[in-house]
């Protein structure tokens, strides 16, 4: 059951209830606690703690359930009272997708729908869905744009379009305020169990296990610190954008410079290991962030070095919690 905190008259009127999906994962936990700094915001989080992560503990104030959003009673109980939503759950994945595209078909595709469907319904003023960037776009020339036509490698990137689309078909045909958010790679504390490629690196530094490179480390990719990222989704819910925008940082960094500057903030040698590409992933992608620059000042002033100095130390700081979470996926 959603478990509610005694509020004051004062604070129901004046403050937005935001309803955050996935809000127990990297960004979600990121963004939670950036929304319950400020009393304009009522936090309420929804999370299933697949990822094996221990229960967690929000700051004061915020509720947290723990279920499915694509369990149909659970997320009608989320959603009452709820204003905004920001939908961060999914299955993410490439390679995941490949081996197997059936989740996310059901997860992202079939749940995002009945979410779309039970917002509707319970009359939510708005949606902030996060999408994807170079999974959705697929092999085009860099920088993409909001532009860029769509032509997805794998199923996880067709998941997302499809998910895009519903947006956007709901916001036509009902009236439903949506907005999509294209992430790029995103990096930064919390994120112990992720795979993506700077949490994968800063753990293989740490224990002592070579770097392993799918290709030849010329690709290219748009590393954006989660810290400029959740405040360009709180950018979102106060200007209350339409559309598409990608976030990124909007600068291109090869696989040869970060490993470089790992070993920089890190102060360690460690060897790397070149293996063949994989399937479904782009060679090069960055993105163009004019648009939602633009439209609600969104920026990334957080530069990597920067942004990879305090990830490796809340690595360091917290081993515990993601050697736990490495030993709970192997025993799965």
């Excluded at 009236?175 to 112990?192: K, Q």
């Amino acid at each position: 059951m959603l478990r509610r905190t005694p509020t004051n008259a004062h604070s129901r009127c004046t403050s937005m209830r935001v309803l955050v999906t996935g809000g127990a994962g990297f960004i979600g936990a990121n963004l939670v606690r950036h929304l319950s700094a400020n009393s304009a915001y009522d936090v309420v989080v929804l999370d299933n703690l697949s990822a094996g992560q221990r229960r967690p503990i929000f700051p004061r104030g915020v509720r947290f359930t723990c279920g499915d959003f694509t369990d149909k009673a659970t997320m009608k109980e989320c959603l009452q009272g709820a204003d905004t939503v920001v939908h961060l759950a999914a299955l993410s994945g490439v390679i995941d997708s490949v081996e197997d595209p059936c989740p996310s078909f059901e997860v992202n595709v079939a749940g995002s729908f009945q979410l779309l469907e039970l917002a509707r319904a319970a009359n939510v003023g708005r949606i902030i869905n996060a999408s994807t960037g170079g999974a959705l776009l697929g092999e085009v020339a860099p920088p993409i744009s909001e532009e860029t036509a769509p032509c997805p490698l794998s199923p996880y990137g067709a998941s997302k379009l499809a998910v895009e689309g519903y947006c956007s078909a709901f916001a036509g045909a009902y009236g439903l305020s949506c907005v999509t958010l294209r992430f790029s790679n995103i990096y930064g504390p919390r994120s112990a169990h992720k795979k993506s490629v700077v949490a994968a690196f800063i753990k293989s530094i740490i224990r002592e296990e070579p770097l392993v490179v799918y290709g030849d480390g010329t690709q290219q990719r748009d590393y954006l610190y989660v810290g400029d990222l959740v405040r360009g989704i709180e950018a979102a819910l106060k200007r209350r954008p339409t559309g598409v925008y990608q976030l990124g940082s909007g600068r291109p960094t090869t696989l040869h410079t970060l490993v470089a500057t790992l070993k920089k903030v890190s102060g360690r040698d460690f060897r790397v290991r070149y293996e063949a590409g994989r399937s479904g992933e782009v060679h090069s992608t960055w993105c163009n962030i004019a648009k939602a620059a633009r439209e609600f000042d969104y920026n990334a002033p957080t530069d990597l070095e920067a942004g990879l100095r305090t990830t490796w130390s809340w690595y360091l700081e917290n081993r515990d919690i993601w050697v736990r979470q490495q030993a709970l996926s192997a025993s799965d």
